[in-house]
C-alpha cells in the first residue's frame, strides 16, 4: 500500500511536471511570435515615414530643377532680345549708307603683347582702346574685336593707326601707319591686323570684311 501511495505521488509529480514544461514551450512561441511582429511593425512604420519624406523631398528637388530651367531660358531670351536691340540700334545710328567699322586682329601665332591702338579718321581720334590680359588672349586665339563703328559720308577718307605694346623679350614695339579706304553706299567693313617684328609679317595690315 505504501509502494502504491508513492507512486502515485511520483506519478503525479511527473504529470505536473510535463504539464508545466508544455505549459512554457506554448507560451514562449507565442511571445516571441508577439516580439516578431512588433519588430516588423516597427520595421514597417519606419519604411513609411522614409517613404513620406522622399516622397516630401521629391516634389521640391523637381520644382527647383523646373525653375532652374526656366531662369536659364529666360536668360537666353534677354540675350537674344539684347542683340536684338543692339543690332537695331546700330541700323538707327549708324544708317547703312554712311556706316564704317573697323576690327583689330593679332596675326595667327604671334606672341606680341598688344597693349593699345589709337585711330584717326581724317585726323580726328576716334578710338583709343587698352587691352587687358584676357582681351589681348582672346585675340591671341584668333578673336576679332570691333573697336569702332561710326558715320562717315561717301568717298575717300585717311585712316592713322598708332599701335603700342611690348615683344616677347620685353623691349617696346612701337608702329605707325596710314591708309586711305574709300566709302560706298553701303556699310563699310574694315580689318587690321597688327602683327609683331618677329612674325615676319607686315605690323599693320589693311583689309576688309
Not at 527647383?64 to 531670351?77: A, G, W
Not at 593679332?106 to 590680359?133: C, E, F, N, P, W
Not at 612701337?174 to 597688327?194: D, I
Amino acid at each position: 500500500m505504501k509502494n502504491r501511495a508513492h507512486l502515485s505521488i511520483v506519478s503525479a509529480l511527473v504529470l505536473a511536471l510535463s504539464f508545466a514544461a508544455l505549459s512554457r514551450l506554448h507560451a514562449a512561441p507565442l511571445q516571441a511570435g508577439k516580439n516578431t511582429e512588433q519588430k516588423d511593425k516597427t520595421v514597417e512604420q519606419k519604411n513609411k515615414n522614409t517613404e513620406k519624406k522622399t516622397a516630401t523631398a521629391n516634389p521640391d528637388q523637381q520644382q527647383m530643377r523646373d525653375l532652374d530651367e526656366q531662369v536659364q531660358h529666360t536668360k537666353s531670351d534677354v540675350l537674344s532680345i539684347a542683340a536684338e536691340l543692339n543690332q537695331l540700334e546700330d541700323k538707327l545710328l549708324y544708317p547703312s549708307g554712311t556706316q564704317v567699322a573697323i576690327f583689330v586682329a593679332l596675326t595667327k601665332g604671334d606672341q606680341m603683347r598688344l597693349d593699345a591702338v589709337r585711330l584717326q579718321i581724317d585726323g580726328q581720334l576716334v578710338a583709343h582702346y587698352i587691352y587687358s590680359a584676357k582681351e589681348l588672349e582672346a585675340l591671341r586665339k584668333g578673336g576679332v574685336q570691333r573697336i569702332y563703328v561710326g558715320n562717315v559720308a561717301t568717298g575717300d577718307h585717311q585712316l592713322n593707326v598708332l599701335v603700342d605694346g611690348k615683344l616677347k623679350g620685353g623691349a617696346d614695339f612701337n608702329r605707325a601707319e596710314h591708309f586711305t579706304f574709300h566709302k560706298e553706299v553701303k556699310p563699310k567693313l574694315v580689318e587690321l591686323t597688327v602683327a609683331g617684328p618677329d612674325s615676319g609679317s607686315t605690323p599693320i595690315t589693311l583689309g576688309e570684311l
